[in-house]
Nanobody
Framework: QVPLVESGGGSVEAGGSLRLSCTAS???????IGWFRQSPGSERVGVAA????????YYADSVKGRFTISQDGAKNTVYLQMNSLKPEDTAMYSC?????????????????WGQGTQVTVSS
């Protein structure tokens, strides 16, 4: 598993949009790539996952219908398009290799975490 690097965070007003990128230095090669978020005082939770081989996607209930995970294989990049952002979406977002349980519980498959990218949504 090659290291993953996140980018694309920022500050937006509620209702706005942001796109996060998760880039690998090599091929993903049929992996589960997930986006996770953690706000101060809370546990890190998975919000979206994509299996790069089948292009199957999974979402936490809290973001379903607002967030979209996708990939660009030529760029070894997985994106998280976040629309209709809410203040409660404010968190540090990180990507990692993952596994999905019960079709919506997204769990990390690696103990290594990158620096992440901060998303702040103001009301």
């Amino acid at each position: 598993q090659v290291p993953l690097v996140e980018s694309g965070g920022g500050s937006v007003e509620a209702g706005g949009s942001l796109r996060l990128s998760c880039t690998a230095s090599g091929l993903f090669s049929n992996q589960c790539i997930g986006w996770f978020r953690q706000s101060p005082g809370s546990e890190r939770v998975g919000v979206a996952a994509l299996y790069t081989g089948s292009n199957s996607t999974y979402y936490a209930d809290s973001v379903k219908g607002r967030f979209t995970i996708s990939q660009d294989g030529a760029k070894n990049t997985v994106y998280l398009q976040m629309n209709s952002l809410k203040p409660e979406d404010t968190a540090m977002y990180s990507c990692n290799y993952c596994r999905v349980r019960d079709y919506r519980i997204i769990l990390p498959n690696s103990g290594y975490w990158g620096q992440g990218t901060q998303v702040t949504v103001s009301s």
